[in-house]
């Protein structure tokens, strides 16, 4: 099918994105690397009257690391972070989850701030962000917003985004060398939107693990941070059976389980404890 008729705008700057929202509100879309976009209109699931072109504002595409943040600008591609350039646990975890995005044309034109403003259940960065407390830097014609990852994702595709606001930056907490990340997902076959996904970054101090983050996304509405695998691995050494422990807490502290033709709630459960145990297992050892 083709998407119905409409309106095209070239922003050139944010500034301008964001005006251009102001003065169509819900009639008007960001379009960012079209990805999702594009199939949802071409479906007619969405039909915008005025879609709002971001690809050509400058300076939009960047990892930077400042302070203790990394910065990553809104119009960053996919593919960029197979090869971020960054030292430290977070350079060497991004390659590992950008890998399993989709398959390479889609992650050239794909964006990092497109897959969070999307908010599908099982995005990878979307999981990422939850997992690591990350910071969305939205912008609309009043000003800036500052919208902590615990507030950002509602449900299924719904963020707290505004019809008038852009989506122009994320912050990452830059993590330092005593921490282990891991990463780790199921799908039917390469390629696909994961059924059950898992990001795991546990801080060591001599020998034991003095905090820890674990995410867990596909399996509800809206990607999670467990408290309950946290909480279990706080204190001990990381060894297989406290990893075991924390991905069986992870999974049984979930209540509402997505069901669909993929994967019923009973799946998803034991794909969690799974996925949770392989994602602290790759963090210790891949780091
Ligand atoms: C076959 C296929 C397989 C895929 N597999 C995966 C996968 O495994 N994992 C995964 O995470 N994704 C997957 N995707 C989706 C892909 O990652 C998209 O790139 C991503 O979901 C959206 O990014 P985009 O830049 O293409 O955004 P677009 O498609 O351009 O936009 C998506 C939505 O976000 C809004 N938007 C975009 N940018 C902004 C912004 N800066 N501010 C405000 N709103 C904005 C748009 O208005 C639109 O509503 C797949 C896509 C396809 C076609």
Redesign the pocket.
């Known amino acids: 099918m083709k998407p119905a008729s409409f309106e095209y705008v070239t922003a050139e700057s944010w500034d301008a994105a964001a005006a251009s929202l102001a003065e169509h509100g819900d009639d008007a879309?960001?379009?960012?690397?079209?990805?999702?976009?594009?199939?949802v209109m071409n479906f007619r699931l969405?039909q915008p009257a005025v879609l709002v072109d971001?690809n050509v504002i400058p300076d939009s595409a960047y990892l930077q690391i400042d302070g203790d943040s990394l910065r990553i600008g809104?119009?960053t591609r996919?593919v960029r972070f197979e090869a971020p350039g960054i030292d430290g646990p977070l350079g060497r975890l991004l390659p590992r989850i950008a890998h399993?995005?989709?398959?390479l044309p889609?992650r050239m034109?794909?964006?990092f701030?497109?897959?969070l403003?999307?908010a599908?259940p099982?995005?990878?960065?979307?999981t990422l962000a939850r997992t690591l407390d990350a910071v969305m830097i939205a912008q609309s014609v009043t000003g800036e917003r500052r919208i902590a990852a615990a507030d950002f994702f509602h449900s299924a595709l719904a963020t707290d985004?505004a019809d008038d606001?852009?989506?122009?930056e994320v912050e990452l907490p830059a993590l330092g060398p005593d921490w282990r990340c891991g990463f780790a997902e199921f799908?039917r076959r390469a390629?696909?939107?994961?059924i059950v996904q898992s990001v795991a970054a546990i801080e060591l101090h001599e020998g034991q693990i003095v905090s820890a983050r674990i995410g867990v996304g596909g399996a509800t509405e809206t990607p999670q941070r467990s408290g309950a695998a946290e909480k279990a691995l706080l204190g001990g050494a990381p060894t297989s059976e406290l990893f075991a422990e924390a991905a069986g807490a992870a999974a049984d502290a979930i209540e509402d389980f997505l069901t669909d033709q993929q994967a019923n709630a009973d799946l998803r459960r034991d794909l969690v404890r799974v996925m949770v145990l392989r994602a602290l297992e790759d963090a210790v050892s891949a780091g």
């Open positions: 879309l960001i379009l960012a690397g079209g990805q999702s976009l594009v199939p969405a971001v809104a119009l996919h399993h995005i989709a398959h889609i034109r794909g964006t701030g497109g897959s403003a999307h599908d099982a995005s990878e960065w979307c985004l606001e852009v989506l122009r799908n390629g696909d939107f994961a």
